[in-house]
């Protein structure tokens, strides 16, 4: 009949499954918890050894920007060279670039990732490690052919 629809005068029954299509069926049951998949791989942990390997001029490259600040202060009120600082290396600023490795480590080996904070970017630590490097050795090579402290 015209204005009618097609559909059957069936009632609906929540025991029985209803199609859903291309195989699966929907039932008004209680849900069965499932356990959640395996992952197929686990999750990197780097080990002691990997953080070294894989970071070492992030490592390397925060010891010389504190060592680089450090030692042309030091220089500048006692006038002694950087081989002569470092041959009298005090215990305090010892223990703030063991504090500074430690701290870098730590976060290394947990499988933090650099992001930038500002203008704190991995880009411009990078720089600024590489620079902090290559100064000291241009500056422990400076002070080797005059024999006298740069600063």
Known sequence: MPG?????N???DPTVP???GAGVQVTRRAAVPVAAPRPLVKPYQPSLGDTFWFNIETLAGRQAMIGFVLGAA??????????????ALPVDRAALCALVLVASLVPIS?????EPFGVFTPR?????????MLAIA???WAENQTGVPFF
Request: aromatic fraction near 4%.
């Open 4 to 8: 009618q629809s097609s559909t059957s």
């Open 10 to 12: 069936t009632v609906f």
């Open 18 to 20: 209803q199609p859903l």
């Open 74 to 87: 030091a220089e500048a009120q006692t006038s002694l060279t950087f081989q002569q600082q470092a041959a």
């Open 110 to 114: 947990k499988g933090a990732i650099s």
């Open 124 to 132: 411009a630590e990078r720089v600024n490690s590489r620079a902090a």
């Open 138 to 140: 241009v500056l422990v």
